[in-house]
């Protein structure tokens, strides 16, 4: 069975750099909740994070990967002023990667959001000149949602290319952490249960809702979002938001259950627990479930036995490790 895995990432050193203040703002705890020589769990190495040669590529083959669809992270936090320039240097190092293992890597495109003129022009480039299968975005950009008028330009090329956005957690906002994660809290405590413990999933699953309640999807039907972690908290009140926001309150064409059936893909991002499988089968189907790991946040050990061993049915099975993200991504 062909494994393909979705959200595996890759940091360019002078993104990291140049995105740092910014991010130092917003999560002013988060190097040290993750150091790497701290031995907690979600830390890679820069060499993990950087590498897109033999070492990824071994460490895939140990574990049974076929193809990793690599991105970059945190470019939403790139000041205006450099963040055209070094998302297309980021753009074009993993079409070299894609170029040097055509069978091994895809990648999504990383957009220059803190410069949204110059965003939908970099995701057609990427798409059209540089082969990749859509995009990935961190998060709110200073503080704004993709629901945000500046953005539906971006919006409106990614839905007319076809391609999807992969809407990757990032940490909440300045003053939602402050007000809901950081009181009374150890700094390294307050830092993870406002990001992998919690928080940046419980953001990523407001982004898309504030998608759906602010017409997106209205305006752009064909347009797919991909949500990590099983859906980013939104399967488990799927029925209680339909039942709390109809649609004579939302006004909208469809019922939000109807949009996250229509509109979004889901993927386990290394939390592989049979329950979270479970109840999202039974809400989701297995149609737009498609897989991932989070490497190298996540190890690859387990990936492949823990869909092998599951509960689906073969043919389910296939659709998850390959066939969906095959339709989906046009590989």
């Given at each position: 069975?062909?494994?393909?895995?979705?959200?595996?990432?890759?940091?360019?050193?002078?993104?990291?750099?140049?995105?740092?203040?910014?991010?130092?703002?917003?999560?002013?705890?988060?190097?040290?909740?993750?150091?790497?020589?701290?031995?907690?769990?979600?830390?890679?190495?820069?060499?993990?994070?950087?590498?897109?040669?033999?070492?990824?590529?071994?460490?895939?083959?140990?574990?049974?990967?076929d193809m990793q669809v690599l991105s970059n992270l945190s470019t939403q936090y790139l000041p205006p002023e450099v963040a055209p320039?070094?998302?297309?240097?980021?753009?074009?190092?993993?079409?070299?990667?894609?170029?040097?293992?055509?069978?091994?890597?895809?990648?999504?495109?990383?957009?220059?959001?803190?410069?949204?003129?110059?965003?939908?022009?970099?995701?057609?480039?990427?798409?059209?000149?540089?082969?990749?299968?859509?995009?990935?975005?961190?998060?709110?950009?200073?503080?704004?949602?993709?629901?945000?008028?500046?953005?539906?330009?971006?919006?409106?090329?990614?839905?007319?290319?076809?391609?999807?956005?992969?809407?990757?957690?990032?940490?909440?906002?300045?003053?939602?952490?402050?007000?809901?994660?950081?009181?009374?809290?150890?700094?390294?405590?307050?830092?993870?249960?406002?990001?992998?413990?919690?928080?940046?999933?419980?953001?990523?699953?407001?982004?898309?809702?504030?998608?759906?309640?602010?017409?997106?999807?209205?305006?752009?039907?064909?347009?797919?979002?991909i949500l990590g972690h099983w859906g980013e908290m939104v399967p488990w009140f799927l029925d209680r938001l339909d039942e709390a926001?109809?649609?004579?309150?939302?006004?909208?064409?469809?019922?939000?259950?109807?949009?996250?059936?229509?509109?979004?893909?889901?993927?386990?991002?290394?939390?592989?627990?049979?329950?979270?499988?479970?109840?999202?089968?039974?809400?989701?189907?297995?149609?737009?479930?498609?897989?991932?790991?989070?490497y190298p946040f996540i190890g690859n050990e387990g990936a492949r036995a823990f869909l092998e061993n599951s509960e689906l049915q073969?043919?389910?099975?296939?659709?998850?490790?390959?066939?969906?993200?095959?339709?989906?991504?046009?590989?």
């Amino acid at each position: 069975m062909r494994l393909i895995t979705i959200e595996e990432h890759t940091l360019y050193a002078d993104v990291a750099r140049s995105s740092s203040q910014r991010a130092q703002l917003v999560s002013p705890h988060f190097n040290e909740a993750y150091a790497p020589n701290a031995g907690l769990s979600y830390s890679p190495t820069a060499e993990q994070l950087e590498d897109l040669d033999d070492g990824r590529i071994s460490d895939m083959d140990k574990h049974g990967i076929d193809m990793q669809v690599l991105s970059n992270l945190s470019t939403q936090y790139l000041p205006p002023e450099v963040a055209p320039d070094l998302v297309r240097y980021v753009n074009d190092r993993l079409a070299a990667a894609v170029r040097r293992h055509p069978d091994r890597f895809a990648a999504f495109a990383s957009v220059p959001t803190s410069a949204p003129d110059a965003a939908p022009a970099e995701l057609q480039r990427a798409v059209e000149e540089l082969g990749h299968v859509g995009a990935l975005i961190y998060g709110r950009t200073e503080d704004d949602f993709l629901s945000a008028p500046r953005f539906e330009p971006l919006l409106r090329t990614a839905a007319d290319l076809e391609v999807p956005i992969y809407l990757h957690p990032a940490p909440p906002t300045r003053i939602t952490s402050a007000d809901n994660y950081e009181r009374g809290l150890d700094s390294a405590v307050a830092a993870r249960f406002a990001t992998a413990a919690w928080g940046w999933h419980n953001e990523s699953g407001i982004h898309f809702l504030q998608l759906v309640l602010n017409g997106v999807f209205d305006r752009f039907p064909d347009l797919q979002i991909i949500l990590g972690h099983w859906g980013e908290m939104v399967p488990w009140f799927l029925d209680r938001l339909d039942e709390a926001l109809p649609r004579q309150i939302t006004g909208l064409e469809r019922t939000i259950g109807d949009y996250m059936r229509s509109n979004a893909y889901y993927t386990p991002s290394g939390m592989f627990t049979a329950a979270h499988m479970r109840f999202c089968t039974d809400m989701l189907g297995t149609d737009r479930m498609i897989y991932s790991v989070d490497y190298p946040f996540i190890g690859n050990e387990g990936a492949r036995a823990f869909l092998e061993n599951s509960e689906l049915q073969e043919d389910a099975q296939h659709d998850v490790a390959h066939r969906n993200a095959e339709r989906l991504l046009r590989l």
